[in-house]
């Protein structure tokens, strides 16, 4: 990332507070966009059952994009969350049979843990934090590899991890309900305690955020573990759809994150976004991929785009008046 | 210390299967190093080694396609990667997206290149040149050893006779000086990036070469390979320190703890994790003494 950042708190003119306006509804329009122009190219589209599947698949993508948006808006970005979701997976999958229904929690409380440490690294140590998590990428599926004996693992008896399939009132499936949950519950979470403007200080200025007095190593440490943390939800709903845990289950679920977050607006530099917008994102992706097949282009373009998307997004939401140079 | 533990990685044959194994991943490093140098990171290999792999399998003979272009076509994977490293360079310096998501996004964009030309089929090639750079031995190493100990000799050169080497430390070392002492930074990112990209595609080539086939995950694991063999060798990833000697001895570093691990028994797997300890602890290690002094790491 940037190395050098001027220390001077962001200024919003009154323009600029304009276009935050309208690129806050930006993903919202082009989610609008993507639903009509999908029900032109295919009619069938708008029905019940194809929106539940497109929801389903959607679900673990918003869990992941979440949590990954809190470090993000800390300035920093979690490149481990794809890895460490497979080796949830993988966790999961060994567990379920001795812990039962305890495997859930387990998984989820050890992936924050793994978070946690992430994070611990990336403050103490004072390495940047896309290097920490690119390590842990590496780390974590070679851990993943070794635990699984580099195989898939089957879940025989699901009974655990199937409440996730039910559908509430019998149109909405479970797991996307859990995952609407979980942004509510961060999203809240930051609303009603000073963390939203702990997490922003750190992200707009951390040097200035450290002379006002916010932990911003507690806040950073704490932004990982949430990443770990929604990290492992996502495995648990992977195995839950899959009935089975694999090392490489989840790794291509990285780059989709990552647009997710960029396409929802949330700024690379830090402090500008939220985990709403995160939410809107990883609609916006997910209708992308499911959307391809149905206009008729093959979905090797998928990889293409989700590149394209990143580069052109990061451009565009990009704080400009912040960052000096650019590494 | 593993020449004490294992006998077999005491004989001759284990120091030449290093080399060979080390070929690729020394190309690799090579062009990484000029861009950590600058204090960028390029996490692109992966992706631009697929669509380079793919483009010269199928324009070499191969079992695809008649076409049969033979040296052209491996020039023209090199150009390939040529053009996914100025394509990084350019999102950094126009867009200012900060260079390891604009070489996440291009690296998926050459993965999804190469997924396109894959088509399902795998290209086997039949062109007796390029099959023989991976079997044919000159004094004992494969061409691919020689090719790689080429690149690293072009590197040095450049790196230390040419503006592009020196100004790409340069920019590692005090960018904002640079700046206000009249130089233009842009070209010059652009053309390391550029320059790194062709070092990609070349590895691809080798890959290439090494399977007999075109695969579209022939750089998996390059990207971090390199990168952790760079940062052993001794290039800062702050920039401004390291060369393309540090990251050779770099490269015969990890090769030789990765092939010694296996010759003592632990399971490859661990390979990337070992490699992921490396890098954390190389970059902590490097920063510990001005750790005070930097109080913002992002």
């Known amino acids: 990332m940037s190395t050098s950042v001027a220390i001077k708190p962001p200024v919003e003119p009154a323009v600029g507070k304009e276009r935050t306006r309208l690129t806050g509804f930006m993903p919202l329009i082009a989610l609008a966009a993507l639903i009509a122009a999908l029900t032109i190219a295919d009619p069938d589209f708008l029905t019940q059952r194809s929106l539940t599947a497109a929801a389903r698949t959607a679900a673990p993508l918003i869990v992941l994009a979440a949590g990954a948006t809190l470090v993000v808006l800390c300035g920093g970005i979690d490149l481990s969350i794809a890895a460490l979701a497979s080796l949830s997976t993988v966790f999961l999958a060994l567990w379920i049979p001795d812990l039962g229904g305890l495997a859930t929690p387990a998984v989820i409380l050890v992936a924050a843990v793994i978070g946690v440490l992430q994070g611990a690294a990336h403050v103490l140590l004072r390495i940047p934090s896309f290097i920490v998590t690119l390590g842990g990428m590496s780390i974590l599926s070679a851990v993943a590899l070794v635990v699984s004996g580099a195989g898939t693992v089957r879940v025989v008896d699901d009974s655990t991890v199937k409440w996730l399939d039910l559908y509430v009132g019998g149109y909405v499936p479970m797991s996307v309900m859990v995952a609407v949950i979980v942004v509510a519950l961060i999203a809240v979470l930051l609303k009603v305690t000073p963390l939203q403007s702990w997490v922003s200080a750190t992200g707009y200025s951390e040097s200035a955020a450290r002379l006002a007095g916010t932990p911003v190593d507690l806040v950073k440490i704490g932004a990982f573990a949430v990443s770990g943390a929604c990290a492992g939800l996502a495995a648990v709903m992977l195995v839950s759809r899959q009935f089975s845990g694999g090392p490489t289950m989840a790794d291509n679920l990285l780059l989709p994150a990552v647009a997710a977050i960029v396409v929802g607006g949330t700024a690379i530099t830090g402090g500008h976004g939220s985990v709403w917008r995160s939410l809107a994102g990883a609609l916006v992706v997910t209708l992308l991929r499911v959307g391809l097949p149905i206009v008729g282009v093959p979905s090797a373009y998928e990889q293409i785009l989700y590149g394209a998307i990143i580069v052109v997004a990061v451009a565009l939401t990009l704080d400009k008046s912040k960052v000096s140079i650019i590494k | ?298």
């Open chain 2, 1 to 298: 210390m593993f020449a004490a533990l294992s006998p077999q990685f005491r004989s001759v044959d284990n120091v030449r299967s290093i080399v060979d194994a080390a070929a690729v991943l020394a190309v690799v490093t090579c062009g990484i190093t000029f861009v950590l140098m600058m204090g960028s990171i390029d996490l692109s290999a992966a992706g631009v080694m697929g669509a380079s792999a793919l483009t010269v399998s199928l324009l070499v003979a191969n079992n695809r396609n008649d076409n049969d272009f033979g040296f052209l076509g491996i020039v023209v994977a090199v150009l390939l990667g040529c053009a996914f490293g100025s394509l990084s360079g350019f999102a950094l310096v126009l867009l200012k997206v900060p260079s390891f998501m604009a070489t996440l996004g291009v690296s998926a964009i050459g993965l999804g290149v190469a997924t396109l030309m894959f088509a399902g089929v795998q290209p086997n090639i039949s062109d007796t040149m390029l099959e023989s750079w991976a079997i044919e031995r000159f004094l004992g190493f494969s061409y691919l050893a020689w090719i790689a100990a080429a690149c690293i000799l072009v590197g040095w050169l450049i790196q230390r006779y040419t503006r592009l080497g020196r100004y790409a430390f340069a920019i590692g070392g005090a960018e904002e000086v640079l700046t206000l002492s009249g130089v233009k930074v842009r070209p010059y990112k652009v053309a390391v990036f550029t320059f790194a990209g062709a070092f990609y595609g070349l590895g691809g080539v080798m890959v290439t070469s090494q399977l007999g086939a075109g695969l579209v995950q022939a750089g998996n694991g390059y990207d971090f390979s390199a990168i952790t063999a760079a940062v052993v060798g001794g290039t800062l990833l702050t920039g401004g320190r390291g060369g393309v000697l540090h990251s050779a001895v770099g490269v015969l570093l990890v090769m030789v703890l990765t092939n010694g691990l296996v010759q003592v028994g632990v399971s490859p797997y661990w390979q990337g994790g070992v490699e992921g300890v490396i890098v954390v602890a190389a970059v902590a290690a490097a920063v510990i003494p001005q750790r005070r002094r930097n109080q913002v790491v992002k």
